[in-house]
Each structure stands twice: as structure tokens, then as C-alpha cells.
């Protein structure tokens, strides 16, 4: 008995200090860190400090997190964020913001190729990227392969010309 006490013992010590060893993801959202399971309270302190705004997402429990921009008299998106239960379930910060034509018709055809495999049920992938570089090309990549069918988002620069980018689909 006296054995099997100090087994359940050992047991439940190591599965708790691994439990504590697995740390909580955390993003960055403007300058504001943020990490899953944080309270609602905390997390809106964090952002109030850096006067973001806060935009509520209609029957829901999300919202928008936003910074006024004072060169464009506009607000910028930064992230969005999630709460269960009033803990943070999800946030998303944003890497990218801009408004011209070609980058909102790249993106849009992005949703629409995978949405095709998701329609397909071609959901589970390999994530791949590569990167060309010298002295007169710059190139940089990234391939999601699912199933017979691949997209790849590709960015490159030749010389002193503007960058170009690309985004394909491929089937084998």
C-alpha cells in the first residue's frame, strides 16, 4: 500500500510540473502582451494603458482592438481578441494592413483557394518556405501543400525594381 501511495505520488508530481512546465501562448498586440487564459479585466487593463480602442463584434464575445492613427485621422486594426468564460480563448494580431487594390485581390484569392480545399477536404497539410538570395535577387516563399494540391504565396525583388508578389496553385 505504502508503494503504490508513493507511486500515485510520483505520478501526480511529474504530471503537475509538466503541466506548470507548458506556458500559456502569448501575442503581442501592438505593445500590449497578451496571453490565452488571461481574465477579461486584465487583458482589457492591458489595453486601455495604451489608450487602444475597443470595437465590440455583435453577438459575440470579440473585439476589434484598435489604435487612432494621427497622420490619417483613421484607426488601425492591430488584433482582435476572444474571451470564454471571461478568459482569453483566442487573439490575432495584425501583420499587415493596406488598402491597395492588388493586395486585397491577392488576399481574396488566397481565401477562395482555401476555401477550394476545404470544400475538397484537402484540410490536412505540410507547411514548407524557402528563400533565394544574392546580390541582384531576393526572393522569399511559402508553400502549403494538402492532398495533390498546393498554394505558394511568393514575394521577390529583382535589382532596383518595386517587389512583386505572387500567389499560385498547383495540382499534381
Given amino acids: 500500500m505504502r508503494n503504490v501511495l508513493i507511486g500515485l505520488f510520483l505520478i501526480l508530481s511529474v504530471g503537475l510540473s509538466m503541466a506548470n ?8 498586440i501592438g505593445t500590449a ?4 487564459g488571461m ?9 486601455a494603458q495604451r489608450n487602444y480602442v475597443l ?3 455583435e453577438g459575440k464575445e470579440e473585439w476589434a482592438v484598435s489604435e487612432k492613427n494621427d ?15 471571461g478568459r482569453l480563448s483566442w487573439a490575432s494580431r495584425s501583420l499587415v494592413e493596406v488598402t491597395d487594390p ?3 485581390k491577392l488576399v481574396r484569392n488566397l481565401y477562395f483557394l482555401v476555401k477550394s480545399f476545404e470544400d475538397s477536404q484537402n484540410v490536412t497539410c ?6 533565394h538570395e544574392g546580390p541582384e535577387f531576393d526572393g522569399k516563399g511559402i508553400s502549403i501543400h494538402c492532398g495533390k494540391r498546393t498554394i ?4 521577390s525583388k529583382f535589382k532596383e525594381q518595386e517587389p512583386q508578389a505572387s500567389l499560385d496553385e498547383t495540382i499534381k
Fill in 102 to 104: 492588388g493586395t486585397a
Fill in 152 to 155: 505558394k504565396a511568393y514575394v
Fill in 55 to 57: 470595437g465590440k463584434i
Fill in 71 to 85: 497622420q490619417t485621422n483613421l484607426y488601425d486594426v492591430l488584433g482582435m481578441i476572444a474571451f470564454t468564460n
Fill in 126 to 131: 505540410k507547411i514548407e518556405s524557402d528563400s
Fill in 39 to 47: 481574465s477579461k479585466d486584465k487583458v482589457f487593463s492591458e489595453l
Fill in 33 to 36: 502582451m497578451v496571453q490565452i
Fill in 21 to 28: 512546465a507548458q506556458k500559456a501562448e502569448q501575442i503581442s
